[in-house]
Protein backbone atom coordinates (compact mmCIF):
# COMPACT_ATOMS: atom_id res chain seq x y z
CA UNK A 1 0.00 0.00 0.00
CA UNK A 2 1.43 2.93 -1.16
CA UNK A 3 -1.59 5.30 -0.53
CA UNK A 4 -0.85 8.48 1.33
CA UNK A 5 -2.10 9.26 4.53
CA UNK A 6 -5.28 10.77 4.63
CA UNK A 7 -7.32 11.75 7.96
CA UNK A 8 -9.45 9.32 9.82
CA UNK A 9 -12.94 10.39 8.22
CA UNK A 10 -11.62 9.78 4.68
CA UNK A 11 -13.84 6.58 3.88
CA UNK A 12 -12.33 3.86 2.17
CA UNK A 13 -14.05 4.25 -1.31
CA UNK A 14 -13.67 7.81 -1.45
CA UNK A 15 -10.79 8.56 -3.95
CA UNK A 16 -9.95 11.85 -2.96
CA UNK A 17 -6.84 13.76 -0.67
CA UNK A 18 -7.42 15.65 2.16
CA UNK A 19 -7.82 19.08 2.36
CA UNK A 20 -5.88 20.85 4.83
CA UNK A 21 -4.64 19.26 8.53
CA UNK A 22 -5.78 16.33 9.28
CA UNK A 23 -7.22 17.22 12.03
CA UNK A 24 -8.73 20.62 11.33
CA UNK A 25 -11.81 19.47 12.86
CA UNK A 26 -13.62 16.98 15.02
CA UNK A 27 -17.03 14.97 13.73
CA UNK A 28 -18.89 13.06 16.42
CA UNK A 29 -21.43 10.92 15.39
CA UNK A 30 -24.77 9.70 16.88
CA UNK A 31 -23.34 7.56 19.28
CA UNK A 32 -20.47 9.78 20.62
CA UNK A 33 -17.45 8.42 18.45
CA UNK A 34 -15.10 10.76 17.77
CA UNK A 35 -13.03 11.27 14.70
CA UNK A 36 -10.43 13.88 13.22
CA UNK A 37 -11.27 15.23 9.64
CA UNK A 38 -9.75 17.47 7.22
CA UNK A 39 -12.28 20.03 5.84
CA UNK A 40 -13.03 18.19 2.92
CA UNK A 41 -13.80 14.63 4.37
CA UNK A 42 -15.15 16.14 7.61
CA UNK A 43 -18.12 17.47 5.50
CA UNK A 44 -18.77 14.52 3.49
CA UNK A 45 -18.53 12.26 6.73
CA UNK A 46 -21.22 14.87 8.01
CA UNK A 47 -23.25 14.88 5.12
CA UNK A 48 -23.00 11.01 5.57
CA UNK A 49 -23.89 10.30 9.09
CA UNK A 50 -27.00 10.63 11.51
CA UNK A 51 -27.17 12.78 13.07
CA UNK A 52 -23.51 14.08 13.46
CA UNK A 53 -22.09 17.21 15.23
CA UNK A 54 -18.79 19.03 14.42
CA UNK A 55 -16.69 20.67 16.53
CA UNK A 56 -13.40 22.95 16.22
CA UNK A 57 -10.02 21.25 15.68
CA UNK A 58 -6.75 23.01 14.72
CA UNK A 59 -8.24 25.59 12.20
CA UNK A 60 -10.03 28.54 13.22
CA UNK A 61 -13.76 28.52 11.26
CA UNK A 62 -12.93 24.94 9.93
CA UNK A 63 -16.14 23.75 11.83
CA UNK A 64 -18.73 26.27 10.04
CA UNK A 65 -17.02 25.25 7.12
CA UNK A 66 -17.54 21.68 7.30
CA UNK A 67 -21.26 21.59 8.26
CA UNK A 68 -21.98 24.68 5.60
CA UNK A 69 -20.17 22.51 2.67
CA UNK A 70 -22.08 19.24 4.53
CA UNK A 71 -25.71 21.01 3.81
CA UNK A 72 -24.99 21.45 0.12
CA UNK A 73 -23.94 17.47 -0.32
CA UNK A 74 -25.62 14.25 -0.53
CA UNK A 75 -25.18 10.96 1.84
CA UNK A 76 -22.07 9.65 0.40
CA UNK A 77 -21.12 12.11 -2.07
CA UNK A 78 -18.51 9.85 -3.52
CA UNK A 79 -20.46 7.06 -4.71
CA UNK A 80 -21.88 9.73 -7.64
CA UNK A 81 -21.83 8.89 -11.03
CA UNK A 82 -20.93 4.87 -10.49
ZN1 LIG B 1 -9.31 14.14 4.83
Redesign the pocket.
Known sequence: MSAPA??A??HQDDPV???GP?DAVRVVDQHGAEVG??V???ARLYASLIAPRVYPGSVDGAAIEVYQRARALPPFPWTEGR
Do not use: D, Y
Open positions: RCAAPCEHACHHG
